[in-house]
């Protein structure tokens, strides 16, 4: 049930974009990412509803396919300080998440 | 708010120890998961409790592992005995209701290491 993301790694020029995937093969309620830096807690980055709109805030963005049981996280014109493991956290419809593999993003400058 | 809190943020333990790992959550928070983390698993649930009471304990490996939460303010993960597999970074978290539309809010997380 754990979900698979795609990349597992990505090394990007500050500047660059990047896509994170997020698939489930259970359908899913909600999905949730999360970022974690090094030695640090994972730290909510947005919620994505069944139902709802694509969210964002800042070059950080996201959206969700229900019918494909899917997300993906846009991260635009990228800064050093997106540097960290993004955390998928999809929900089935109980009171829990389950996390995906992550994927581990690194910036240059 | 100070955010959710835990202690300790390191613990070094020989093999066959008890060790108690604690966790304030943030006040008015109805729900507390408790993570492991490794490098090999990934983040994993253990255990959550809502309003106090164990909801789903079915991530909690063995029996040599324990979860308390004597009231809204304080939980407890215990393991007795310890074995070197159980080192891992441990975190608690809290959201203020369900997880479908409600984010969870991490601790520090406590850095296990059984030797």
């Known amino acids: 049930q754990q979900p698979v993301q795609s990349p597992q790694a990505v090394i990007l020029r500050e500047g660059e974009d990047a896509v994170i995937n997020c698939s489930s093969s259970?359908?899913?309620?909600?999905v949730h990412w999360y970022r974690q830096k090094h030695g640090e807690a994972p730290v909510f980055l947005m919620i994505?509803?069944?139902?709802?709109e694509q969210k964002g805030h800042d070059k950080i963005s996201a959206s969700f396919n229900e019918k494909k049981q899917q997300s993906s996280l846009y991260l635009t014109a990228s800064q050093l300080s997106y540097s960290g493991t993004y955390f998928c956290?999809?929900?089935?419809?109980?009171?829990?998440?389950?996390f995906g593999t992550g994927t581990r993003l690194t910036i240059i400058p | 708010d100070a955010g959710v809190i835990q202690s300790p943020r390191h613990e070094v333990t020989e093999m066959g120890q008890e060790v108690t790992l604690r966790c304030k959550p943030i006040?008015?928070?109805?729900?507390l998961f408790w993570y492991r983390q490794t490098m090999m698993r990934g983040l994993e649930l253990l255990i959550y409790?809502?309003?106090?009471?164990?909801?789903?304990d079915s991530g909690m490996p063995e029996d040599r592992f324990s979860a308390k939460m004597p009231n809204a303010s304080f939980s407890t993960l215990k393991i007795q005995p310890s074995e070197p597999r159980d080192s891992a970074v441990y975190f608690c978290?809290?959201?203020?209701?369900?997880?479908?539309?409600?984010?969870?809010?991490f601790g520090p997380g406590t850095r296990l290491t059984v030797t």
């Open positions: 409790f809502n309003n106090n009471v164990p909801i789903d």
């Open positions: 956290g999809v929900n089935f419809g109980n009171e829990k998440l389950t």
């Open positions: 994505l509803l069944k139902g709802g």
């Open positions: 006040s008015g928070h109805d729900y």
């Open positions: 978290a809290s959201s203020e209701s369900g997880t479908i539309q409600y984010e969870q809010y």
């Open positions: 259970k359908a899913l309620y909600s």
